[in-house]
């Protein structure tokens, strides 16, 4: 079996870049650009978390039929920190790059931000668990606060920012997928 091809394809049907699935596997777009030319193998852990970031495992990638997960528990999900920024982003619905919507799930420390999403063609849903965050549409910028529900279109850049003092959590649904 051809692994980086098959690699390259399962991050085609997700849409992904070479970028976005080596953010997720904390890898650079190099090493991944390297593995789907066969230029280099990735260690069995490395395989493991490209696996993990494309949502399959070992068993259904060296199948060709895979079996559709409705269920997701929190061992399923995928995080990926941001110190910088200051969130945690988790992809709640793995392989959901190939669905019409991909829901995340971001804890926005106080004085952290997202990343921005957009432009895009679609449409994006968020819901405040808690605290409250700025969110930002273009050059708009509105107050959500806990129990509040946000919907946009992705024809501006957008992102959210806590302000607050306590940790934001925030469920974001964008639709096609776009993170």
């Known amino acids: 079996m051809d692994i980086g091809s098959r690699?390259?394809?399962?991050?085609?049907?997700?849409?992904?870049?070479?970028?976005?699935?080596?953010?997720r596997c904390e890898l650079t777009k190099g090493f991944i650009s390297q593995i789907e030319r066969n230029l280099t193998s990735p260690s069995i852990t490395t395989f493991l978390y490209i696996l993990e970031a494309l949502g399959t495992n070992p068993e259904n990638f060296f199948k060709n039929t895979q079996v559709e997960q409705r269920v997701f528990h929190e061992e399923d999900f995928f995080e990926a920190e941001n110190e910088e920024l200051g969130y945690l982003l988790s992809y709640i619905v793995p392989n959901a790059q190939k669905n019409e919507m991909e829901p995340t799930l971001w804890?926005?420390?106080?004085?952290?931000?997202?990343?921005?999403?957009?432009?895009?063609?679609?449409?994006?849903?968020?819901?405040?668990?808690?605290?409250?965050?700025?969110?930002?549409?273009?050059?708009?910028v509105e107050m959500v606060k806990k129990n509040q529900t946000i919907y946009s279109t992705g024809e501006e850049p957008q992102f959210f920012r806590n302000k607050g003092k306590s940790v934001a959590k925030v469920l974001w649904v964008c639709s096609p997928p776009s993170f």
């Open 7 to 23: 690699i390259r394809l399962l991050r085609q049907q997700q849409n992904l870049t070479q970028e976005e699935l080596a953010e």
């Open 107 to 140: 804890e926005i420390q106080p004085g952290g931000e997202t990343k921005i999403l957009g432009p895009f063609e679609g449409e994006s849903f968020a819901y405040i668990f808690s605290g409250q965050v700025e969110f930002h549409f273009g050059k708009e």
